[in-house]
């Protein structure tokens, strides 16, 4: 069923259970997610990612580590279209009692393999994940998504030394280029563009891509758009040029959606944009976790 | 201790594969036997203690059981919201080893003492915290700590440190050790001035003060019934602590006393703000208020104050 259906379509179909999700809650990252959401539909929903939802620590599955755990909502929506959660617990977002927050939190939510929301966590984590199983002569890969103003945490390019010291061939960081942060754009704040010559420079291999090209963004995470090909010794970087808040247009490029829920009126032209309709909106009510206890 | 220490973690790294011997650029000549040895189950992450916590997070996803081990003050400030959200949130399987306790780097000055690391562990959640008191105790801390499923803090001294056990002896995480027998008072103590406080028991001894000792080796989970009993038997405690006195074992002790709604005449000694000075560790921690005389003295006004 969802593997019949267009990469389009899928990818739409995270975005607008994104809005309902967050409308049902109140709040949670909007924008940012939706910069990284077909990112997100390419590693699920393409054969890209290695994965059984039946069976989410399964031994042999390649690991996606989701660094800026602000983008969480479209990963909720990506494992539960894959099958790793329900609907119901899906619509729990940011309710009392659910697992489901407005940051990624691993143990208790299938599928999500770290607890991020602290920038600069994920890609040494995923480092140690990717040694450990270059150790252990292993095959699966580890990609870890990294928000671009995540990029000015000290921690990031520890990381990315050790990466590169340590040949982690077998670790693909994706950088959502969206060009802004949470009050501004970056190169008002922090002047630390050109990413992929800042990961070369740190010996990694990097490619700049279209972040929201389906054919582009597939090649670069199977590796296919590198200089050097298989197997090199150097780890990857993805520099996915990306739009903030991609899919409803007065979200796309404006700061302040970086943690904002649209009001009635904004509200209509979403849904609009988005191809829903009101009675959508109504589907989430129904489904939601205090109506389900 | 430092010795012990690496004794212990090369057994165990001969007897699994998947235990790691992490640093952070330090240990120099320490390490050399066990990287001669064991090179691949050998990391240096480079001078970046968060990462190389975050990264022992990720490979303990993996079954790995990384010692990640550096100075004390840069593993528990340095890192800390790495231990906090990559190791403690996720209750990964990581060791992480903080050299150095006290002031016991006593030339190197504030930088590199340990002395808040109790302070600002004590709170997490899924972490044990050991504070060995001698080489051999060191050795039992370490294979605990192998054997333990989750994160576990040792805060270890240097190289200098006496052995305080004649024998061996049982031990078991969370369980304080009475080391010597008394009425009077009860000094309460963890890590390597126990040996200080030995010392200290013997002197009141023969100014007619008869102290039992007590030695706190887990600092989380913390052993409440021995605090309590060793209180209620004497009426008077004296937490002696080579850290800062805020936050630390005597917080604990008070902490205990206090929600226990126990009568007992308390006093702690520790360190204050920063320690001052440079010098022989023995002259700084006396040089700081933590010499034998002090604890006899704080002892007595106590007892007969």
Redesign the interface.
């Known amino acids: 069923m969802i593997k019949e259906m267009p990469i389009e379509s899928i990818a739409l179909k995270i975005r607008q259970e994104i809005l309902k999700m967050a409308m049902g809650a109140g709040g949670g990252h909007i924008a940012p997610s939706y910069s990284m959401t077909d990112i997100v539909t390419e590693l699920y929903f393409d054969n890209v990612l290695k994965y059984d939802a039946a069976n989410p620590k399964w031994d042999g599955r390649d690991y996606f580590i989701l660094s800026k755990g602000h983008g969480v909502l479209a990963l909720y929506v990506a494992l539960s279209i894959a099958g790793f959660f329900s609907k119901e617990q899906l619509y729990s977002f940011g309710k009392i009692g659910s697992d489901l927050g407005s940051l990624a939190r691993?143990?208790s939510v299938p599928g999500i393999?770290?607890?991020?929301g602290?920038l600069?966590?994920g890609l040494?984590?995923?480092?140690?994940?990717?040694?450990?199983?270059k150790?252990?002569n292993l095959t699966n890969k580890v990609y870890v998504l990294l928000g671009d103003g995540e990029c000015e945490e000290?921690?990031i390019w520890?990381?990315v030394?050790?990466a590169a010291?340590n040949k982690l061939n077998n670790l693909t960081v994706i950088v959502d280029y969206n060009k802004l942060q949470a009050m501004d754009s970056i190169k008002n704040i922090m002047s630390i563009e050109n990413f992929s010559d800042r990961f070369r420079s740190f010996g990694f291999d990097a490619v700049d891509i279209d972040g929201h090209d389906y054919a582009e963004i597939r090649s670069a995470l199977l590796g296919d758009t590198f200089i050097s090909p298989e197997p090199i010794d150097k780890p990857k970087a993805i520099i996915a040029h990306t739009v903030k808040g991609k899919g409803i247009s007065f979200m796309e490029n404006v700061p302040i959606w970086h943690y904002r829920i649209p009001n009635d009126d904004e509200l209509k032209i979403a849904l609009q944009e988005l191809k829903m309709t009101k009675e959508d909106l109504g589907d989430y009510e129904r489904l939601s976790y205090r109506n389900v206890i | 201790m430092r010795s012990a220490y690496l004794e212990t973690l090369y057994e165990l790294a001969g007897k699994d594969k998947n235990v790691y011997a992490i640093i952070s650029d330090n240990g120099a000549i320490v390490y050399d036997k066990y990287r001669q040895d064991f090179p691949d189950q050998f990391i240096n992450a480079g001078i970046s203690e968060a990462n190389m916590v975050a990264m022992a997070a990720g490979m303990a996803e993996r079954g790995k059981i990384p010692f990640a081990y550096t100075i004390g003050a840069f593993l528990a400030y340095r890192a800390y919201e790495f231990i906090l959200n990559d190791v403690c949130m996720m209750n990964k399987n990581v060791k992480m080893v903080g050299i150095g306790e006290g002031c016991s780097y006593s030339l190197l000055g504030a930088s590199h003492h340990t002395i808040f690391d109790l302070a600002v562990l004590r709170p997490l959640p899924n972490l044990t915290i050991l504070s060995p008191a001698s080489p051999m105790e060191v050795k039992k801390s370490v294979q605990a700590a192998y054997k333990i499923n989750g994160p576990v803090y040792i805060r270890i001294g240097t190289n200098r440190e006496p052995e305080i056990y004649d024998t061996d002896y049982d031990f078991a995480v969370g369980k304080g050790i009475k080391l010597r027998q008394g009425t009077d008072i009860a000094l309460i103590t963890t890590g390597s001035i126990a040996y200080d406080v030995l010392k200290a028991a013997d002197e009141l001894e023969k100014q007619g003060i008869s102290a039992c000792v007590i030695n706190i080796h887990t600092i989380k989970p913390f052993d409440e019934d021995i605090v309590i009993r060793s209180c209620v038997e004497t009426g008077n405690v004296c937490v002696v602590e080579e850290h800062s006195v805020i936050g630390g074992l005597g917080s604990a002790v008070a902490e205990v006393v206090a929600r226990n709604n126990i009568y007992v005449k308390f006093t702690g000694i520790g360190l204050y703000d920063f320690v001052h000075g440079y010098g022989k560790h023995d002259e700084l921690k006396k040089d700081n208020g933590l010499g034998i005389d002090a604890i006899v003295d704080a002892c007595k006004m106590v007892v007969r104050g």
Do not use: R, V
């Open positions: 691993a143990n393999e770290a607890s991020t602290s600069g966590h040494s984590y995923a480092c140690g994940i990717a040694l450990a199983l150790k252990d000290g921690s520890e990381a030394m050790f010291h």
